[in-house]
């Protein structure tokens, strides 16, 4: 059974930086797709970044670009999301996730199969 557990988020004050980590247990697919989403009040989830586990490859939501960074530690089955420069409108419950497949595009909440519980980022202003 995949559990995925985060941790990491906090309070943080605009233009400072967070990491957060997702760690994975339980998962037995040989190629899969670690997703971080995020989800502010009143507002839809949505994606943030997403690394394929296999090649490494990453791809990021326009407005994250150029600050977060997403990595992988395949020893310790974790995914990692560096967040700096953080800004206000960054606030939200941060979630991962994970597609058991490398097939899909990998940006909409659809296409992942298991989730996080979240952790909560606020940065003030």
């Known amino acids: 059974q995949v559990q995925l557990v985060e941790s990491g988020g906090g309070l943080v004050q605009a233009g400072g930086s967070l990491r957060l980590s997702c760690a994975a247990s339980?998962?037995?697919?040989?190629?899969?797709?670690m997703g971080w989403f995020r989800q502010a009040p009143g507002k839809e989830r949505e994606f943030v970044a997403r690394?394929?586990?296999?090649?490494?490859?990453?791809y990021y939501e326009d407005s994250v670009k150029g600050r977060f960074t997403v990595s992988r530690d395949n020893a310790k089955n974790t995914v990692y999301l560096q967040m700096n420069s953080l800004k206000p409108e960054d606030t939200a419950v941060y979630y991962c996730?994970?597609?058991?497949?490398?097939?899909?595009?990998?940006?909409?909440?659809?296409?992942?199969?298991?989730w996080g519980q979240g952790t909560q980022v606020t940065v003030s202003s």
């Open positions: 996730a994970l597609d058991r497949t490398s097939l899909r595009l990998g940006i909409s909440p659809n296409e992942y199969d298991y």
């Open positions: 339980g998962v037995t697919f040989s190629t899969y797709t």
């Open positions: 690394i394929r586990w296999s090649t490494g490859w990453t």
